[in-house]
């Protein structure tokens, strides 16, 4: 059998897609062991590393089962929305005429089984219209090659672009689709009202929660922070603010760690969550926040480099006593461990379901509310780290959340035998 997956990537730089792609392998072989798995992630394969380090064990250890990436260089993604979108209709005309022209419109005529996960959530309009239609027309592609479909778990609405919404509804009604994985109640509600079959809906949360984890980076902390604790954060430059706002942004984030550190004596570990070649990104802003913050409190500040495994960084996440961020993923992990959150994030709607599995869709703060009182921020870092039974029922919850995943997901993986 052969599994063609749309937009996952074992190179991911996005440590959240980086932990949905080692998941999915893991449990792929298991149910398919002697299958060809090919994979289309728009993500640039980095020199030295990869975010996903089970991607490599699998190899190793399951030699049967045969995997293949296609990347596309950093250059390729920077192509105006002209090349995309005509790149993306030859693709749907050479899968509509069964013409194997393009490599990755071949490898999708020759396989089984479309798995889509459609470069993170492009039903929610995270990104923008434009990007969102390209990635949306995609999913048209297995469809016009006669393909069977499975939508991985994602987010589905709410809808800004009456546009994506009709595409959306389009795609996820055509016969070719089997299984559609909503990750969150509204998404379940809205398909529920507009899917002609609502059997094709099975409610699974994130696959990230599955996710095992690794200690080998715990060696970059000190033993002073285990001592003290220490809380997790990551934050994205583009999820704060405009980018003419950063020095704002940063100036009030220091402040707001500066003063947690200097109240609780813990210590603030920053995270590579999410970085790009680019540069502006999680990592830029922790070496700005650190370059503001006095020498004496500097010392409490630990920022990693970019080389640690999404299983890495979530064994470092479990030993934290908080994890605040604007990375879904990087609350997804902490919530995974039974760990209390705080999400800053204006689209506040996504966020907030996903913590509402765990009752914790109170922690999550626009931007706005940051800039407006940074002590918010902290009086809410304080209050959930010293609450000793949170953590308890957290985890209790992490349990019930990662058994439903797995009964979902992976009976769906078994019954993908006989489509």
């Known amino acids: 059998m052969k599994i063609f997956i749309m937009g996952l990537s074992p190179y991911a730089r996005n440590r959240g897609v980086a932990a949905i792609t080692s998941v999915l392998l893991v449990n792929l072989i298991r149910a398919f062991p002697n299958a060809e798995i090919v994979m289309w992630g728009g993500y640039p394969e980095p020199p030295l590393h990869s975010p996903t380090s089970l991607y490599y064990k699998i190899l190793r250890e399951r030699k049967r089962t045969k995997i293949k990436v296609f990347h596309e260089p950093w250059e390729r993604m920077a192509y105006s929305f002209r090349h995309q979108i005509n790149r993306t209709f030859l693709q749907l005309i050479y899968a509509f005429t069964k013409i194997s022209k393009d490599c990755i419109t071949a490898e999708i005529l020759d396989s089984d089984i479309v798995l889509s996960f459609n470069y993170g959530d492009c039903f929610s309009d995270l990104h923008g219209i434009f990007r969102d239609i390209i990635v949306i027309l995609r999913n048209y592609i297995p469809i016009f090659a006669n393909k069977k479909l499975v939508f991985g778990p994602q987010t589905i609405g709410p809808f800004r672009y009456k546009a994506a919404k009709y595409l959306a509804i389009n795609i996820l009604n055509s016969s070719k689709i089997k299984y559609v994985l909503p990750r969150e109640l ?16 099975v409610f699974c949360p994130d696959l990230a929660f599955l996710l095992e984890p690794s200690y080998d980076s715990l060696t970059e ?8 604790g220490y809380i997790v954060t990551a934050f994205d430059p583009h999820m704060m603010g405009s980018i003419s706002d950063y020095s704002k942004v940063v100036k009030i984030l220091a402040q ?13 570990v920053f995270i590579p969550e999410a970085t790009t070649p680019a540069g502006l990104d999680c990592m830029k802003v922790a070496e700005d926040v650190k370059r503001l913050l006095p020498s004496k409190i500097t010392d409490s500040i630990i920022v990693l480099k970019d080389k640690h495994t999404a299983e890495e960084l979530k064994g470092l996440i479990n030993y934290s006593e908080l994890v605040i961020s604007t990375f879904t993923h990087a609350l997804i992990t902490g919530l995974s461990c039974g760990v209390p959150v705080i999400g800053i994030s204006y689209n506040v709607p996504k966020m907030r379901q996903i913590l ?42 992490a349990e019930k959340v990662k058994h439903i995943i797995e009964k979902q997901f992976i009976s769906i993986l078994f019954d993908m035998r006989s489509l």
């Open 356 to 397: 509402s599995l765990f009752d914790m869709e109170n922690n999550v703060l626009k931007p706005s509310d940051v800039y407006a009182s940074p002590d918010n921020l902290v009086k809410k870092a304080m209050d959930l780290t010293k609450n000793s039974d949170l953590r308890y029922n957290l985890q209790m919850k």
């Open 221 to 228: 902390i000190p033993s002073q922070a285990f001592e003290k």
């Open 186 to 201: 509204m998404s379940v509600i809205f398909l529920m009202k507009y899917l002609k079959d609502n059997k094709k809906i």
């Open 256 to 268: 707001a760690l500066g003063d947690f550190i200097k109240i609780t004596g813990k210590y603030v």
